[in-house]
Nanobody, 135 residues
Framework: QVQLVESGGGLVQPGKSLTLSCAAT????????IAWFRQVPGQEREGLSC???????????YSENTVKDRFTISGDNAKSTVYLQINNMTAEDTAVYLC?????????????????????????WGQGTQVTVSA
């Protein structure tokens, strides 16, 4: 069973950086896609960044154009954890940040084409971590 736990949220000042963690339990990251989303009340869930790991290959990270200049996703397979670093934060980054996982060894080409945020049915979701950007 896919279980994910997000952490690292909190109150952040504008212009600062924050790193969120998504810890997976019950499975390793091999052959999984881990994606980060955020949710603001009254708005649609927004896809942010994802990373795909295939056994014996390098990670394939991807970020949507709307965030790729400030968001960096990375994974630590030994810790079964995926990180999302957010730089130069603004009030518009205030949201609940969630991670999701799907077992799917996608190719690099598929990841680079943004498949993570094109209707995938993720196997499991975390409960989210609140991020508030305010002075």
């Amino acid at each position: 069973q896919v279980q994910l736990v997000e952490s690292g949220g909190g109150l952040v000042q504008p212009g600062k950086s924050l790193t969120l963690s998504c810890a997976a339990t019950g499975f390793t990251l091999d052959n999984y896609v881990i994606a980060w989303f955020r949710q603001v009340p009254g708005q649609e869930r927004e896809g942010l960044s994802c990373v795909s790991r295939r056994t014996g290959r390098s990670d394939y990270p991807y970020s949507e154009n709307t965030v790729k200049d400030r968001f960096t996703i990375s994974g630590d397979n030994a810790k079964s954890t995926v990180y999302l670093q957010i730089n130069n934060m603004t009030a518009e980054d205030t949201a609940v940040y969630l991670c999701a996982a799907q077992r799917a060894p996608y190719t690099e080409a598929a990841i680079r084409a943004g498949i993570c945020f094109k209707g995938l049915n993720y196997d499991g979701w975390g409960q989210g971590t609140q991020v508030t950007v305010s002075a």
